[in-house]
């Protein structure tokens, strides 16, 4: 097993990029603001939940009931990260015969004076959410658009995560040595990007996404060698430009809000630089 963790943090400065490939080992990712975050206070965090539960059943089901399927161990892994209980994903994971719910992913495409948004949501009944994701923009000056209306101001790429594997309270950071090499490995993967993020002790690969499976792949077995276990390989909506918000703009946080209040909801892309 690779000595690749440090338990004593340290600024690193970021190595110089390559030509056609960019890579950070940084104390902030520039990826971690093109979704909002959740989980602000207890509720929020209980909605969290909620929501990763659900994809873990949307996985499980896609998987044919395969607990070994790679999308319900990411998904099991996304849920406990949220904070789900054991037992609660036991109970998820458990056969459900019962269970006829029908989960649908929907991309709506919408506005808000010089912002665009991707709002991604999983639903089993597209009737009942549109009109919630609509009065969110429509009630603050926004517009839901149709389909392709804002996707011009996004690239749609392959997105990995990965996080140290929960052993204990203490916080280990990756050394620069231990990033090398997994940069190596994730660009001769097909990698585009690779980042480190030191806040969220995270590491970031973005990809085409048709090589989503294949760097996915190879990055799982990378990230073994130090510890680490991906909690999220997705497609992803990275803005082509950002638009600065103002620190008085409570419109656009208005809607962010309104948005993380809706069960559907799963992630909110935006093209917003807060």
Same mark, same amino acid.
């Given at each position: 097993m690779w000595q690749c963790l440090n338990a004593i943090p340290t600024t690193i400065v970021a190595p110089p990029s390559r030509t056609l490939l960019r890579r950070s080992f940084a104390g902030h990712s520039k990826w971690s603001n093109i979704k909002h975050q959740k989980g602000k206070n207890d509720a929020a965090r209980s909605k969290v939940v909620t929501k990763a539960l659900r994809v873990l059943s949307t996985a499980l089901r896609e998987a044919k009931g395969d607990v070994t399927?790679?999308?319900?161990?990411?998904?099991?892994?996304?849920?406990?990260?949220?904070?789900?209980?054991?037992?609660?994903?036991?109970?998820?994971?458990?056969?459900?015969?019962?269970?006829?719910?029908?989960? @649908?992913?929907?991309?709506? %495409?919408? !506005?808000?004076?010089?912002?665009?948004? &991707?709002?991604?949501?999983?639903? /089993?009944?597209?009737?009942?959410?549109?009109?919630?994701?609509?009065?969110?923009?429509?009630?603050?000056?926004?517009?839901?658009?149709?389909?392709?209306?804002?996707?011009?101001?996004?690239?749609?790429?392959?997105?990995?995560?990965?996080?140290?594997?929960?052993?204990?309270?203490?916080m280990v950071l990756l050394t620069e040595e231990c990033f090398e090499t997994f940069f190596e490995g994730a660009a001769e993967a097909g990698a585009d990007d690779v980042e480190y993020d030191e806040a969220s002790n995270s590491l970031v690969v973005v990809c085409g996404k048709t090589d989503l499976?294949?760097?996915?792949?190879?990055?799982?077995?990378?990230?073994?060698?130090?510890?680490? @276990?991906?909690?999220?390989? %997705?497609? !992803?909506?990275?803005?082509?430009?950002? &638009?600065?918000?103002?620190?008085? /703009?409570?419109?656009?946080?208005?809607?962010?809000?309104?948005?993380?209040?809706?069960?559907?909801?799963?992630?909110?892309?935006?093209?917003?630089e807060v």
């Open positions: 399927h790679f999308k319900v161990l990411q998904a099991k892994a996304l849920a406990a990260r949220a904070g789900c209980t054991k037992a609660n994903l036991d109970k998820a994971l458990a056969p459900q015969k019962d269970d006829k719910t029908i989960w @649908e992913k929907i991309l709506w %495409e919408c !506005t808000l004076s010089n912002y665009c948004f &991707v709002v991604e949501c999983l639903s /089993d009944n597209r009737n009942r959410t549109a009109p919630l994701v609509k009065h969110a923009f429509t009630k603050n000056g926004g517009a839901m658009g149709k389909t392709g209306s804002v996707m011009w101001a996004f690239d749609e790429v392959g997105m990995i995560e990965a996080v140290p594997v929960k052993t204990g309270d203490e499976s294949s760097v996915t792949d190879a990055v799982r077995k990378l990230v073994g060698g130090f510890e680490y @276990e991906i909690v999220s390989s %997705e497609i !992803t909506f990275l803005p082509k430009d950002t &638009v600065s918000v103002p620190e008085d /703009d409570e419109t656009f946080l208005a809607v962010l809000d309104v948005l993380e209040d809706l069960d559907d909801v799963q992630n909110v892309y935006h093209n917003g």
